[in-house]
């Protein structure tokens, strides 16, 4: 099975997920084989790879050598279409669609669909939604779009089913890396509750009670970046 069927029949099981996500500008490759050591005696089911911008050359040497290394599906999670490899199993082909920044919301796509045609990823449609956090993060810096109200459930939930509707086979609920604050619980609640696609929840998650409560309010996958990136301990 592919790796959308794997998280559709994970979410049919009641199987929670988990992805660690490496920002290839925040790895030192010197240390790659300690991380991961780490990676692998973590209940880690994917590995995503990508930040809001990668400056990044390491991407492709970083693939290669998680790919030796790590057994669990390589996901890209690109900020733009620089960050493609060929050399990852899947990609999330991500549209922001809590912003009106058309840039977002097809013209990278449009760039990206010939790279992808000329590789094997594996293609997922994810709907993309930035919660207010508390203070300003990259992904709305850097997308030049200002995320959703927590108070505003309703547009919240709209947009989530907007995005279901036009055929996104993931919603990732995105608090931003490093948020003060996560996704708040009521509305992964909300959203996991009226979609029937998996909901993914990240961003701000600092510890493993952070973990279960998203999975708690209906989260099928969380994701953990700077708490794992600060700490590579953290799962121990
Ligand atoms: C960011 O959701 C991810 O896109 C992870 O965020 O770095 O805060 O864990 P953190």
Sequence with gaps: PNIYQQIIQAKCDGQKLLAILLDPDKIDLEKLD?????????????????????QSTILEELITKLK?????????FPGD???????ADAILFLSLLSGRNPDYLIEYHVQAAPILK????????TGYILIESGTETAVARVSKTQPLQT??????LATAQAGEMLGNKLMYLEA?????????????????????????V??????????QNAYEAGADLVV???AFENNIHFFD
């Design 34 to 54: 300690q991380l991961v050591l780490k990676i692998n005696t973590s209940p880690a089911t994917h590995i995503f790879v990508g930040g809001s911008i990668v």
């Design 68 to 76: 030796q290394k790590v057994k669990l599906p390589i996901v890209l």
């Design 81 to 87: 279409p620089t960050q493609i490899s060929p050399q």
């Design 118 to 125: 000329s590789t094997n990823l594996e293609i997922i449609s």
């Design 151 to 156: 108070e505003n459930v309703d547009l919240v």
């Design 176 to 200: 931003g890396s490093g948020a003060k604050k996560a996704v708040p619980l009521n509305i992964v609640q909300l959203v996991a509750q009226n979609l029937k696609i998996p909901v993914i």
């Design 202 to 211: 990240g961003g701000g998650i600092v510890d493993l009670q952070g973990i």
């Design 224 to 226: 953990i970046g700077t």
